[in-house]
Nanobody, 123 residues
Framework: VQLQASGGGLVQAGGSLRLSCVAS????????MGWFRQGPGKERELVAA????????YYSDSVKGRFTISRDNVKNIVYLQMNGLTPEDTAVYYC?????????????????WGQGTLVTVSS
């Protein structure tokens, strides 16, 4: 499984960005997809997760109500719509995938990782 993330950039506080992650290779409807982030001096954090087939989603408390994860099964793209950005959201955001959605949602781990895309929020 190969993952290609894009969409990061510089935005002012209160602004919005949409990240995209294109997945290729052997995936199935049971796969889970997640967006993680790691800010300066911080540990890696699971931001949001979704399963290709739909069903449950996961959001961290820090982004709940502001971020939305979604997927396009035809194009094999997972999106992370980020609204109401704050400087605390500044981080490198990583797309990840795993055959087991619950591994991502509960263990905060994944078998496949894409390269990061930097999101910088200015105050």
């Amino acid at each position: 499984v190969q993952l290609q993330a894009s969409g990061g950039g510089l935005v002012q506080a209160g602004g919005s960005l949409r990240l995209s992650c294109v997945a290729s290779g052997r995936t199935s409807s049971s796969y889970g997809m997640g967006w993680f982030r790691q800010g300066p001096g911080k540990e890696r954090e699971l931001v949001a997760a979704i399963r290709w087939s739909g069903g449950p989603t996961y959001y961290s408390d820090s982004v709940k109500g502001r971020f939305t994860i979604s997927r396009d099964n035809v194009k094999n793209i997972v999106y992370l719509q980020m609204n109401g950005l704050t400087p605390e959201d500044t981080a490198v955001y990583y797309c990840a995938a795993d055959p087991n959605f619950w591994k991502i949602a509960t263990m905060k781990e994944a078998s496949y990782w894409g390269q990061g895309t930097l999101v910088t929020v200015s105050s």
